[in-house]
């Protein structure tokens, strides 16, 4: 209830006192005056003055009013925003609420409302029922006390999902039946506004409810939301829509990719009066392909409330990416009529596609086989055809093959060259499999091919079988034009069936598939001209490519999206609109013939399925629509609005009351002059400049008392008692205030201030316990305790010596160095953590292993140090105790291939042109990880993931440490083997080196290519 209201609203009767207060006020009698009686003789021809009574001046009957009416107001307990009663006679009290996506908004006053309306079913002693319009089916709804209702208010959460108002109303009528004698429902039902589905059936179900009061609390509509998100040939089309708004309004969209960074924004128009506005994003289609969802930006909503909610994030269908499609033909098949080229239908197949970026394939028609290769995956193609190819060169091959372990689909089509091609050089079985694979083949096949009226015919031609439930193409109409005439059979293997995804009617595959690295291989068993089949000639063959185009890039996972299709919960949208982990209730999502059931509260709006294969559920449908709730035109229908938290005005009244009796008190005293004497209390002049002033105060304030010598006994001390009390309830009212307890963040924060204060100070007082947030203040290098003091001890000054060398040469300024312990501390904070290996100390526990390992794949670098290059030179494979532990260690962790930093490495040119890589000694080269495109690598997928491609191990057997370590005194701890001081100065320099490579990247590697640039660009 909106505006003022008073719990004892009889005691503003008194008001009706003021004009009496005010004639009393201004009737003062006069002062008795004491006359010495003369005699008779002196009083003749006397003549006696008429005296009247003074009156008190108006500025103090106004104070004095003043005073007194806000005392009436105050005793009158004044409330703004005030509750309602229910006139429930022991009946129970039933409050519902909205605690959908559009809820979310308005939760605080949602919450205030609540807690004024259970207040006032407190009042009354009554059972409470609490019922959410989108919780769970059959969900606990109470009878609570009202304590414990207001727990549950407090606890109640809120999910992206619309509302189910007929679920609501039927546990109403639930309660209405359980109450049979009651007189009448008393409830409230706090809305967030907006209609939803079901409402026409909630509001039947209402009518028919005995409902005495319904208190019916409705916001204004103000919410935006994305409907529409969709790719096409020049852009992302995406579409948002409002309640109705008479006003213009703009907007702001974001497009994030998968690591939730902003790949890009684009500004929405509302024109007045308009409930939806396109926008488009013009990007290219690579960058397109990186976009996972679009948001709404807080700061386009130009005072609008509905902006975080979750209407205002759109999912993007990985499935439905652009993607780029290269055709791979022999140099011959550029004809000067192009119709007779099996491919021709290809193209114009694919020019179709949606998801085709900007409608064009690429081919390659000129050149020789290899150039052909390389121009199309410089274009990082998605799906890559080859028609009618057997001999395929060795690089090329290689190059191929990469590309598909990379995420790539290669699809190809039988013809002569193929059917007379050895393709089953390896026999039969697992040894024939991985042949065929080395031959970028899904499956083994026969030589020469099985014809219509050939040796291995058939009495007519074929026709398709059923797709099987596990191939893509399920669910999708079988044709029956599709006829074969002749095929290249596969070699037979206890995996043929899975292979297939096509079969013949005779259950021989007419496309087979399999999976390779991260990619797939796709082979069709039938030729693409008339001779072979009309497959290329039927409507089912565009349906087929599209179906590939769509789901290559799938990381050599199918997701069907049909059938009986089961799809795990990934992350989900909150009602905030931020995309979260999935709680323990979520449920797996069923597809049903490739569509969901709108979310609800066991599947709400979210990605479901693999990281690699992910299906949006979005909450907004391409025709969904913001309107306003309808008021039920019931008599028991109260309509309400939020009105926000309750405050009572009663101990501000009385504040205020309180201030005008000190300033009455004040200047009654001021008038008549009680008070001088204290304010000019020391020496003559003092006295008489006092007496002046109080002279000048009563000409200009008047003297309604006349004229007396006479002083009130003890006015003075009455003026410092009431100042006195008035101090004393002002600092009661001060620390009475209840005080928040600070939380750790404040602490931290605290912390992170003092820090940042005093930083050297703090700096020289960093331990190796220090608190997190001081240690994510600073770059910090870190070393493994190894539990050898003097071991430990040229650790920490080595990286101490490092850091002020680094500090020198570069803007970088690191803080103290950190020993650290694997098994208890947290790694995250360091960028390099510096660990010396000696087999005199106790092996590592598994927990240090492990938490290195996740250490290593999160990003951080390890640098290993045996320090006995003059032992082993660090050949991986010597003998020496140190290293020998090392590989102990590393049997623990998933190491990469390694291999010795070339000098063109860009850890050799981060900063300095390093030689190589010197320390206390100058045997040993530094062990790196391989690249992608190493050898070493032997094809796979390399440890380098995160950060920029940095290698997470480093190997090293030359003392770094013992060359950078000091003795605090000017000078080092240990002379260097062989050189002396300038391999220290290297040494120094190649620390710094790491640092740069760690904390930059792969920033400089564009430098390492820059002779091959500008070769290829001079004329």
């Not at 909205?98 to 605080?108: I, M, R, S």
């Not at 690089?395 to 059917?419: D, I, S, Y």
């Not at 009309?534 to 349906?543: E, H, K, T, Y």
């Amino acid at each position: 209830m909106n505006g003022f209201s008073f719990a004892a609203s009889y005691i503003l009767w008194a008001l009706l006192a003021l004009p009496a207060l005010w004639w009393l006020l201004r009737l003062t009698p006069p002062r008795p005056q004491v006359e010495i009686f003369p005699p008779l003789r002196l009083l003749r021809g006397l003549q006696g003055a008429e005296t009247q009574a003074l009156r008190c001046p108006w500025w103090l009957i106004m104070l004095r009013l003043g005073l007194a009416a806000l005392l009436i107001l105050a005793f009158a307990r004044p409330v703004q925003n005030r509750g309602l009663s229910f006139a429930v006679n022991g009946g129970p009290v039933i409050i519902m609420l909205d605690n959908g996506f559009a809820a979310y908004p308005h939760k605080d006053r949602v919450r205030a409302e609540a807690q004024k309306l259970l207040a006032a079913a407190a009042a009354t002693n009554s059972l409470v029922y609490i019922i959410p319009t989108a919780g769970a089916m059959g969900a606990e709804i109470g009878p609570y006390s009202s304590i414990e209702a207001k727990s549950v208010i407090d606890r109640l959460s809120y999910s992206a999902i619309a509302v189910r108002r007929d679920r609501a109303f039927a546990r109403l009528a639930e309660i209405a039946a359980q109450n049979p004698g009651g007189a009448g429902l008393h409830s409230a039902y706090l809305t967030d506004g907006l209609a939803a589905a079901g409402d026409k059936k909630a509001f039947a179900l209402l009518s028919n409810l005995p409902v005495a009061e319904l208190l019916w609390y409705q916001p204004q509509v103000d919410l935006i939301g994305i409907t529409a998100a969709e790719n096409g040939a020049d852009g992302l089309h995406f579409t948002v829509i409002r309640a109705a708004d008479k006003q213009e309004a703009s907007g702001r969209l974001a497009a994030y990719d998968e690591k939730a960074q902003i790949v890009a924004e684009q500004d929405f128009h509302f024109a007045a009066g308009a409930e939806t506005a396109q926008g488009l994003f013009a990007l290219p289609a690579e960058i397109r392909n990186d976009i996972a969802w679009l948001q709404l930006l807080p700061a386009g909503q130009n005072g609008r409330s509905g902006l975080h909610n979750a209407a205002g994030l759109r999912l993007l269908d990985t499935g439905k990416k652009q993607k780029t499609v290269a055709i791979l033909a022999p140099a011959q098949s550029r004809l000067a009529q192009p119709l007779l080229s099996p491919l021709y239908y290809v193209a114009k197949a694919l020019e179709k596609a949606p998801q085709v970026a900007g409608g064009k394939v690429l081919q390659a028609d000129s050149g020789s086989f290899e150039q052909n290769i390389d121009m199309l995956l410089k274009a990082r193609p998605a799906l890559l055809i080859m028609g009618d190819i057997a001999a395929i060169p060795a690089p090329a091959q290689q190059k191929l093959r990469r590309f598909v372990e990379k995420g790539g689909t290669l699809l190809r089509f039988a013809g002569p060259a193929l059917a007379n091609a050895d393709n089953s050089k390896a026999g039969s079985g697992p040894a024939a499999a991985a042949a065929a694979a080395e031959s970028l083949l899904p499956v083994p096949l026969r030589r020469g091919e099985r014809s219509f009226g050939g040796a291995l015919s058939w009495e007519k031609p074929q026709k398709l079988a059923p797709f099987p439930p596990d191939s893509p193409f399920y669910g999708q109409a079988l044709p029956q034009d599709v006829l074969v005439f002749r095929q290249i059979l596969a070699e037979p293997s206890a995996d043929l069936f899975d292979k297939s995804w096509v079969a013949l009617t005779d259950g021989t595959p007419l496309v087979s598939s399999a999976a390779l690295g991260r990619g797939r291989l796709v082979f069709v068993h039938t030729g693409l001209d008339s001779g072979w089949s009309n497959l290329a000639l039927s409507g089912f063959f565009v349906d087929m490519l599209q179906k590939l185009v769509a789901i290559s890039g799938s990381s050599g996972r199918v997701m069907r999206r049909q059938g009986d299709a089961v799809l795990a919960p990934y992350r989900i949208i909150t009602a905030e609109g931020v995309l979260a982990a999935a709680p323990d209730y979520i449920r797996a999502l069923k597809l049903q013939e490739a569509k969901a059931e709108a979310p609800d509260f066991y599947h709400p709006p979210g990605f479901y399925g693999t990281r690699n294969a992910l299906y949006p559920l979005n909450l907004l449908g391409d025709k969904s629509r913001f309107a306003a709730l309808p008021l039920p035109l019931l008599p028991a229908v109260k309509p309400m609005s939020y009105a926000g938290p309750e405050t009572n005005w009663q101990n501000r009244l009385l504040i205020a009351a309180f201030c005008l009796f000190i300033m009455d008190i004040i200047l009654s005293l001021l008038k008549t002059g009680n008070i001088g004497w204290r304010i000019f209390r020391p020496g003559r002049r003092s006295k008489a400049v006092g007496a002046g002033w109080q002279a000048g105060l009563r000409r200009k304030m008047g003297d309604w008392r006349g004229k007396s010598r006479l002083k009130a006994p003890g006015s003075s001390k009455l003026l410092f008692i009431g100042l006195f009390f008035g101090l004393t309830a002002a600092f009661v009212g001060i620390i009475a205030a209840p005080v928040p307890a600070q939380p750790a963040a404040a602490k931290t924060a605290q912390i992170i201030a003092l820090k940042a204060q005093n930083s050297a100070e703090q700096e020289d007082r960093i331990s190796d316990k220090a608190p997190s947030a001081v240690l994510a203040g600073k770059t910090r290098l870190a070393y493994v305790l190894t539990g050898k003091a003097e071991l430990d001890a040229v650790s920490k000054a080595g990286l101490q010596n490092l850091s002020r060398f680094i500090e020198r040469r570069t803007t970088i300024e690191p803080g103290n160095i950190v020993g650290i312990d694997p098994a208890r501390d947290e790694l995250a904070f360091y960028p390099l953590i510096y660990w010396p290996i000696d087999a005199q100390t106790p092996m590592p526990a598994r927990q240090a292993i492990d938490n290195m390992d996740s250490y290593m794949r999160r990003g951080g670098t390890i640098l290993f140090d045996t320090r006995d290059a003059l032992q082993t030179g660090l050949q991986l494979d010597g003998a020496g105790a140190n290293t020998s532990r090392l590989r102990a260690i590393l049997a623990g962790l998933n190491v990469p291939p390694l291999i010795p930093a070339p000098p063109e490495h860009v850890i050799a040119r981060s900063f300095y042109i390093m030689p190589d890589f010197p320390g206390h000694y100058r045997n040993s080269p530094l062990w790196i990880a391989a690249g992608a495109d190493s050898a070493a690598t032997n094809g796979e997928t390399p440890l380098i993931r995160a950060g920029d491609g940095v290698s997470p191990i480093l190997i090293t057997a030359n003392d770094f440490a013992g060359a950078w370590a000091d003795d605090g005194k000017g000078g080092f701890l240990f002379p260097l083997v062989p050189d002396g001081e300038e391999q220290r100065l290297w040494a120094f320099r190649g620390g710094l080196n790491i640092i740069m490579y760690i904390l930059t990247g792969n920033y400089k590697a564009d430098q390492m290519h820059m002779p091959e640039l500008l070769r290829r660009l001079s004329p």
